[in-house]
Structure formats: structure tokens, C-alpha cells
């Protein structure tokens, strides 16, 4: 079965430094790979997807991942924070049994960007 | 225009009552869900139509209910609400059953008192 792990739960970062938001797969199959972000109060908005192309994937926001199969990793990274990215994260893996997706989420991370 | 709009965005009722969800895309998309998100925001999904058709059904109780009246809409009714139905629900819709990027709508937020 598809399933990803979020490995935190809260990350903060100051304004203007790197952000690094980890997520490891697990997959019985080449795994599409995406980021969502959810500000407060607000729907999901697609942040990146991975699908088998490039493994380093660039997204919305300057925003990038790297799929490193090697390591099952999926990480997410911004070079520098602002303060508008204080968001919630989720990593996701797609499944789809009988060739129907379905999305599959993780735990989510809490972003929190300090001045 | 909103490409999956949710309505209404907020509800508050009390347990035991029956509500509905309303969700309409205009992506021209042949799939739709309904997805969960639960107190520590965890997000499970809970149905998916494409063309009208269920083809996805997780473990929901039958109290949960959808109905797809054309490829554009996907409505949600709930009999007997619980507390335990206290949850964000939130409406996606992609091209296609395969593997395409969902597009969420903005949810709404369910309280039952």
C-alpha cells in the first residue's frame, strides 16, 4: 500500500532562511509524488508535482523537491523563507487501485516563519 | 471564476439533523471527490465519481451519502449527524479517474453541536 510519513510536525524558520519540510514514501510501484499547501482557513493548493520525470521538481512560490528514490525521500525546500509561506503542508502520494487515484496524504507539517 | 466552489462554506447544526454540501466545477473535469479533514487535519478520502459514476468508497458510514446529478456537480447529504462528523469537508475535482492533479475547493467547515 501508498503511504507517505511527514517527519515533522512543526518547523520554524526566520524570515529569510532555508526551509527544508521532509517526507519519506513508501510504494509498491513508481510513486507520483505531490505537495500541497493549505494556508489558514483556506482549500489545498497544488505546490509541485513528481511524476516520473525530473527528479528535481520546481514548483509554485520558489518552492522545489527532489524525488531520491534511493533514499524513498520526497523533501521540499525553499531557499528563503517569507513570511506569507507560514502554511500547512502536506505530502502525497497517489494510489490507485483498479487504475482509479486516489490521494493519499501524510500527517502534515506546520510551517511557522518568524520576522 | 472559482474553478471547484463548495457551498456553504460554513455549517453549524445540531446532532441528529440531515445537511448536504454542494460542489460545482467548471474545469470541464470528468472525476470529483470528497475528502476529509479531521480535527488534527489529517485528510482521508471518502468518495469519487467520474461521469456520474461512484468509483471510489472508503469505509464511510451509509449515513454519508453523494449524488452526482452530471459530471459538473458532486453534492454530499448526511443523515443523523453525529458529533463525529465535526470535520472540514473538502470537494476536488481532476480531468480524469487516472493519475492527474486534483483541485480542491476551499471546504467547508461542519460543526455539529
Known amino acids: 500500500a501508498q503511504s507517505v510519513t511527514q517527519l515533522d510536525s512543526h518547523v520554524s524558520v526566520s524570515e529569510g532562511t532555508p526551509v527544508l519540510l521532509r517526507c519519506n514514501y513508501s510504494?509498491?510501484?513508481?510513486?507520483?509524488l505531490f505537495w500541497y499547501v493549505q494556508h489558514p482557513n483556506k482549500g489545498l493548493q497544488l505546490l509541485l508535482k513528481?511524476?516520473?520525470?525530473?527528479?528535481l521538481v520546481k514548483g509554485i512560490n520558489g518552492f522545489e523537491a527532489e524525488f531520491k528514490k534511493s533514499e524513498t525521500s520526497f523533501h521540499l525546500t525553499k531557499p528563503s523563507a517569507h513570511m506569507s509561506d507560514a502554511a500547512e503542508y502536506f505530502c502525497?502520494?497517489?494510489?490507485?487501485?483498479?487504475?482509479?487515484?486516489?490521494?493519499?496524504f501524510g500527517a502534515g507539517t506546520r510551517l511557522a516563519v518568524h520576522p | 471564476d472559482t474553478a471547484v466552489s463548495q457551498t456553504p462554506k460554513y455549517l453549524v447544526t445540531q446532532m441528529g439533523n440531515d445537511k448536504s454540501i454542494k460542489c460545482e466545477q467548471n474545469?470541464?473535469?470528468?472525476?470529483m471527490y470528497w475528502y476529509k479533514q479531521d480535527s488534527k487535519k489529517f485528510l482521508k478520502i471518502m468518495f469519487s465519481?467520474?461521469?456520474?459514476?461512484?468509483?471510489i468508497n472508503e469505509t464511510v458510514p451509509n449515513r454519508f451519502s453523494p449524488k452526482s446529478p452530471d459530471k459538473a456537480h458532486l453534492n454530499l447529504h448526511i443523515n443523523s449527524l453525529e458529533l463525529g462528523d465535526s470535520a472540514v469537508y473538502f470537494c476536488?475535482?481532476?480531468?480524469?479517474?487516472?493519475?492527474?492533479?486534483?483541485?480542491f475547493g476551499a471546504g467547508t467547515r461542519l460543526s455539529v453541536l
Open positions: 513528481y511524476t516520473s520525470a525530473a527528479t
Open positions: 476536488a475535482s481532476s480531468p480524469t479517474a487516472g493519475l492527474t492533479v486534483q483541485y
Open positions: 502525497v502520494v497517489s494510489d490507485y487501485p483498479g487504475g482509479y487515484n486516489k490521494l493519499i
Open positions: 474545469l470541464g473535469h470528468d472525476t
Open positions: 510504494s509498491s510501484y513508481s510513486p507520483s
Open positions: 465519481y467520474n461521469n456520474k459514476e461512484l468509483i
